[in-house]
């Protein structure tokens, strides 16, 4: 099967701004691997019609799934699915399901035109549920635009997943020590040659003076393949004066 | 003056991978406000030679600035040096200062090729200071290459956001409300077309079922409009039974 990929499009001032810190797309990354669809690239942009276009278009032919987050809701700022229509040249107009959802939501009274603006889509556009504050996302072709707001946006993801290709699944495997990853680099680069299948990490951590050192981290397709390559990377580690940690011995550090 | 721009480039698989929550770019997105330039986009890419140099080459003619982290240290993953220096077409070699800097800080018989590696550099790179572990980052033209790991890049990026031009400066106030986006939605719109100038930007916080509405942040060059704007949203506000928050008065969500 040819390799599934993914590229996520995140749309929103408040990220470039820097008042909000993006957590999307860790989460949807991590949901990615677990479906076996390699995720190729992320783009932030702006709140402008004609960037959205020309991102999506730009992207869309290029890999499986594209995921947007961020744009929309209510308000004038609210600008993404106007963009995705203009991008599939399609008309954009109020979704009768979608308003039918919002309006017993919302009841007659209080399904205010700007509520009623959640329910303008691209003709044609699939509903992707919401179970947190009801207005849906959607799917147009290969495309998947979502809500901003993390805990929307997850749910909303975890509702489309069941409806992705599942690829390839992707194996991963970590060992990690209390030595300078400059110590252990060049034999580290033997190893990655012996298996250029392999995609092997090396990342380095400080916690503090004390409790320093390299995470390495081999992914693959092929089960045996790491585990063979995790056994010479601890070799390694032993061979430098190491002790090689699992995941369980080693706490990573959650922030740097 | 005109606009000045910038764009981030994100290098590293175990962003991609889940691994790792960027954190980096919220700093410099912050950092880039306080010095009136716009950061009009990120991207974040693999450790992919190609992808890195066409990634560089088709923004930084787009940009004033351009900032890339990760990929610069020791180990067999780091390509992003060797990639700046094919990008601009320049020659791949030990930088001489570099060379002396690390020299000097890991002593002649610690020096190991792994470690020299961190002195290749395109040729005529200027250097820029990493205080916390030494190996210097550089900049070649208006590309400024920056380690990934969060504690080495915000000290890089102190030392070189001396040398940066300073653009207009972009002024900011926010209120606070606990009214849901969708209510204020339409009078919000009002107010932006009355200020075509600023950008009012809408942001739905829910903390908890009894702790949740819209932060309203208007951005712009002119502080007095923004104040203006700023009124009027508070009366818009108070025009449906809610009470507009400072900034003081309001703790905005941390995690969502």
């Keep these: 099967m040819p390799q599934l990929t993914a590229s996520i499009i995140i749309i929103g001032n408040e990220i470039l701004s820097g008042r909000t810190q993006d957590v999307n797309i860790q989460f949807i990354a991590q949901r990615l691997v677990n479906l076996g669809i390699r995720l190729e690239s992320v783009t932030i942009i702006p709140d402008v019609h004609e960037i959205i276009i020309g991102t999506i278009n730009n992207l869309r032919k290029k890999h499986t799934y594209i995921f947007t987050t961020g744009g929309i809701g209510p308000t004038h700022d609210d600008i993404t699915s106007k963009a995705v229509a203009a991008a599939f040249n399609l008309p954009f107009e109020p979704h009768s399901e979608a308003y039918k959802i919002l309006l ?29 504050t009801s ?10 635009v979502l809500a901003g707001f993390p805990k929307i946006m997850r749910e909303m993801f975890k509702n489309l997943e069941i409806t992705l290709k599942i690829g390839d699944p992707i194996f991963s495997n970590s060992t990690h020590c209390h030595i ?19 995609d092997i990490g090396s990342y380095p951590f ?3 003076d004390t409790n320093n050192g390299t995470s390495l981290v081999v ?18 580690i032993i061979d430098y004066g190491g002790t090689p940690l699992t995941d369980n011995e080693f706490q990573r550090p959650q922030k740097t």
């Design 104 to 132: 017993n939501f919302y009841g007659k009274k209080a399904f205010t035109p700007a509520r009623q603006k959640m329910t303008f889509m691209p003709r044609g556009a699939i509903l992707i549920d919401n179970t947190v």
């Design 180 to 198: 300078a990853e400059s110590i252990i680099a060049q034999g580290l680069e033997v190893i990655q040659q012996q298996h250029p299948c392999l």
């Design 219 to 236: 992914k693959g397709t092929k089960k045996s393949s790491i585990d063979t390559a995790i056994i010479k990377i601890e070799q390694l």
């Design 206 to 208: 400080y916690e503090s």
């Design 135 to 144: 207005a849906p996302a959607f799917q147009v072709e290969n495309v998947y």
